[in-house]
């Protein structure tokens, strides 16, 4: 993985870390408030649901006394008219089912149709509990609950009759069903109601499944989950009613599902997810913000050590500032310059050379190198052609050391007044191998080097030492030929006069197309027109050659301010 993804990676890594942890945190404490709120509320419930049942059972034991009082009306040997007393009792305390119990017998009874007339709900007289037959043995109020079989669990209260005139013993009995319909009355909304004595299961609402007891306190009844309150515990609430005479508390429990938990866990993923979502775009763009910012400092320094491999000995970085990639770059400019001053020394060296072997070199390369780099110049205004800081460097190398490979060939040959022989011809056109051949093995100039081989190629392949023709020519090698034959022209040789520049304008365009590249020839003629006297000068304040000629040839301000990584 490059070393940018590698930012990246590790901002969004960051970024999500910090968001699940936050997200973690953040969802503890909604759920802990959350379930403390639902607990309370539940709690809440089964408190409103347990003073209901208290009324009732308060209701249950008035409507037992006043039956009694009822009873001690009641003409004996009527039957139909205890009856219908006791149904008007019914009516007027809404309760289910009364009896009344002539010592160790029933004698008389009535229910309402809608809830107490199964018969499972008659009284077992005298009840099992033995703390409760005591204390109806001994005349007193007793409170129970009946349970048994199949049948539904009920509530009975049991007031003893005022002794009558026969001297015989009554009790009055008032049932109330612990049935669905009374549940759930006591907490509507709730998702499970149930009464229990002590730990027995009384009733349930609604129904357990089928085939768990119905007495059973560990007996559970399904609630519906769905989403993610399946994750959750159900909340429970008990809350006690009254203790019975039995010695058994009776207490409501209620169970609902962790909605509200459910609720709030799907709200914190969903607000998790955005956040992670929103996260790692931002971690995506400041990373890769971040990465550009370090990376750039680097990819230029890459950059920079790719160029000077390549031979762009010109190159030069910006500056970083006060830190490590700062001292990098600081280090790297020192040793592009001291590999610079090698390399401009030893192509000073060569052109001094070269500048030795005859009277009019000096000038000669000097104006040549001025004017090919004007030349690229009047070929990018046109859109004929592009060079970049490397190309114009190369182009500059090679323009002053076009003819070093003269330096093999006799000076009387290269200074002879007269035309050549066949010998000395054959000498003199192998200058542009040997030229080439010296530059390669400086290293790093390869690019400038075939320039030179190929300085000598004409555009219709009647050149030396290939025969190349047309765009098989690199572009430069065309410059310095047109521009090597234009100062040839316009400047006093041994073997030649003087001609002025309109001549060998006029001689330039006669061989365009055969000797020289018709482009060239018109950016050529572009430059010399636009500044005639400039290129007539023997000194120059511009290109390559001054650095030649520099105490410090190191400093961005030379040669196009020494080109730097990054511009075209």
């Not at 909340?235 to 209620?254: C, E, H, K, M």
């Not at 920079?304 to 990098?328: D, I, K, Y």
């Not at 310059?337 to 052109?351: F, N, P, Q, S």
Request: hydrophobic share 45%; net charge neutral; with cysteine.
């Amino acid at each position: 993985m490059k070393l940018r993804g590698q930012l990246i990676l590790s901002h969004v890594v960051l970024v999500l870390t910090g968001t699940l942890l936050i997200g973690t945190v953040n969802l503890f404490l909604a759920l802990r408030s959350t379930a403390d709120s639902e607990k309370l509320a539940l709690a809440r419930t089964a408190a409103v649901g347990a003073n209901q049942l208290q009324q009732r059972l308060d209701a249950l034991r008035r409507a037992a006394h006043e039956s009694a009082t009822l009873v001690t009306r009641l003409p004996e040997g009527s039957p139909v008219g205890a009856t219908v007393a006791l149904n008007e009792l019914l009516q007027r305390y809404r309760c289910e089912r009364v009896e009344v119990f002539t010592g160790l017998s029933r004698s008389a009874s009535a229910y309402r149709w809608e809830r107490g007339s199964d018969p499972l709900l008659h009284t077992h007289w005298l009840p099992a509990e033995p703390r409760v037959a005591t204390r109806i043995a001994s005349g007193q109020d007793a409170t129970w609950v009946q349970s048994g079989g199949s049948g539904p669990a009920s509530l009975k209260v049991c007031v003893p009759v005022p002794a009558t005139h026969a001297g015989q013993k009554k009790w009055v009995v008032v049932t109330e069903p612990l049935d669905g319909l009374l549940l759930s009355t006591l907490a509507p909304g709730v998702a499970s109601v149930a009464l229990l004595a002590g730990d027995r299961l009384l009733s349930r609402w609604p129904a357990p499944a089928t085939g768990a007891p119905e007495g059973s306190a560990t007996a559970k009844t399904p609630l519906a989950a769905g989403g993610f309150e399946r994750f959750f515990e159900p909340v429970r609430a008990s809350r006690a009613i009254t203790v019975l005479d039995s010695g058994q508390p009776l207490s409501l429990r209620l169970e609902d599902p962790a909605v509200a938990s459910a609720v709030a866990l799907t709200r914190s993923v969903r607000a998790w997810f955005l956040i992670a979502l929103g996260g790692l775009l931002v971690a995506g763009v400041l990373g890769s913000g971040v990465a550009a910012r370090l990376l750039a400092p680097l990819q230029a320094l890459l950059d920079g050590t790719a160029a000077m491999a390549r031979g762009h000995l010109m190159v030069r970085l910006p500056p970083q500032g006060r830190n490590e990639l700062g001292a990098l770059t600081v280090e790297f400019n020192r040793m592009a310059d001291e590999l610079r001053r090698t390399y401009m020394g030893v192509i000073a060296t060569l052109a001094e050379v070269v500048e030795a072997k005859s009277h009019f070199t000096r000038e000669h390369i000097e104006r040549v190198e001025r004017l090919a780099m004007a030349t690229a110049d009047a070929l990018e205004r046109r859109g004929w052609a592009r060079f970049s800081s490397q190309r114009r460097f190369t182009l500059s190398v090679a323009a002053v050391l076009h003819d070093v490979g003269k330096i093999s060939i006799s000076g009387d040959i290269l200074n002879k007044s007269g035309p050549l022989d066949d010998g000395e011809r054959r000498e003199i056109l192998t200058h542009p191998e040997r030229g080439a051949l010296i530059v390669e093995r400086m290293g790093k100039l390869g690019a400038a080097a075939e320039i030179i081989r190929c300085a000598h190629e004409h555009f219709d392949g009647s050149g030396y030492p290939r025969g190349l023709k047309g765009e098989e020519i690199p572009i430069e090698a065309r410059i310095i030929l047109a521009v090597d034959a234009y100062d040839a022209m316009t400047a006093d040789r041994p073997y030649s006069q003087r001609r002025s520049p309109e001549e060998a304008i006029a001689e330039l365009r006669a061989e365009a197309g055969r000797q020289f590249d018709p482009v060239v020839v018109e950016a050529l003629i572009d430059a010399v027109q636009a500044s005639p006297d400039r290129w007539a000068a023997s000194s120059s304040d511009t290109g390559l050659y001054r650095l030649l000629n520099s105490d410090n040839f190191s400093t961005p301000s030379d040669f196009n301010a020494l080109p730097r990584v990054g511009r075209g």
